[in-house]
T-cell receptor, first 112, second 116 residues
Framework: GNSVTQMEGPVTLSEEAFLTINCTYTATGYPSLFWYVQYPGEGLQLLLK?????DKGSNKGFEATYRKETTSFHLEKGSVQVSDSAVYFC???????????FGAGTRLFVKA | ETGVTQTPRHLVMGMTNKKSLKCEQHLGHNAMYWYKQSAKKPLELMFVYSLEERVENNSVPSRFSPECPNSSHLFLHLHTLQPEDSALYLC???????????????FGPGTRLTVL
């Protein structure tokens, strides 16, 4: 079956540090891949997405590349800010399906 | 109002109470979802409605009863809940995934439910 595995947190970084949150997946077919972010007291919101192999999703300085050969979709940011402190969820959805499979979430703390 | 709204934002109820959670989306989407988010557990999909028809029901106990009267509104009726049902309940909406938009979901802020 489909599944998403992401690195366990929490991840604690200093401001302006480089961020990587690893995400790997197993899926039949050709899923779309997503990163969602959840700030304290809020619901999830879409951060970026990629719908086919080698696509790069990007938003607010975050990037992730759909790597079919390694079944990965790692999230990166070159210089984090305190305001990036949140929980990040990797997710996949198969084409035509209603079900989105979410990873367990990785909590990020950024210190000033 | 825009996006996905949920009411109430916080709810405390006893095990014998009956209450309802409400979700409304103003995005013109035709699929709506209920999720349960508990501490230290992955997000759990509970129900999916597409064009007001339930298309997914993930072995959820019958004390949770969904209702989707139209494509903009979704309810979750609660009765005789247990303390372990305390969690954040999130509503989401999306375009029909068979369309061209990629199927990303838009979430509401959630209802924090505490069952005493």
């Amino acid at each position: 079956g489909n599944s998403v595995t992401q690195m366990e947190g929490p991840v604690t970084l200093s401001e302006e540090a480089f961020l990587t949150i690893n995400c790997t997946y197993t899926a039949t077919g050709y899923p779309s891949l997503f990163w969602y972010v959840q700030y304290p007291g809020e619901g999830l919101q879409l951060l970026l997405k990629a719908t086919k192999a080698d696509d790069k999703g990007s938003n607010k300085g975050f990037e992730a590349t759909y790597r079919k050969e390694t079944t990965s979709f790692h999230l990166e940011k070159g210089s984090v800010q305190v305001s990036d402190s949140a929980v990040y969820f990797c997710a996949l959805r198969n084409t035509g399906g209603f079900k989105t499979i979410f990873g367990a979430g990785t909590r990020l703390f950024v210190k000033a | 109002e825009t996006g996905v709204t949920q009411t109430p934002r916080h709810l405390v109820m006893g095990m014998t109470n009956k209450k309802s959670l409400k979700c409304e989306q103003h995005l013109g989407h035709n699929a709506m979802y209920w999720y349960k988010q508990s501490a230290k557990k992955p997000l759990e999909l509970m129900f999916v409605y597409s064009l007001e028809e339930r298309v997914e029901n993930n072995s959820v106990p019958s004390r949770f009863s969904p209702e989707c009267p139209n494509s903009s509104h979704l309810f979750l009726h609660l009765h005789t809940l247990q303390p372990e049902d305390s969690a954040l309940y999130l509503c989401a909406s999306s375009q029909d995934p068979s369309g061209r938009t990629g199927g990303e979901q838009f979430f509401g802020p959630g209802t924090r439910l505490t069952v005493l």
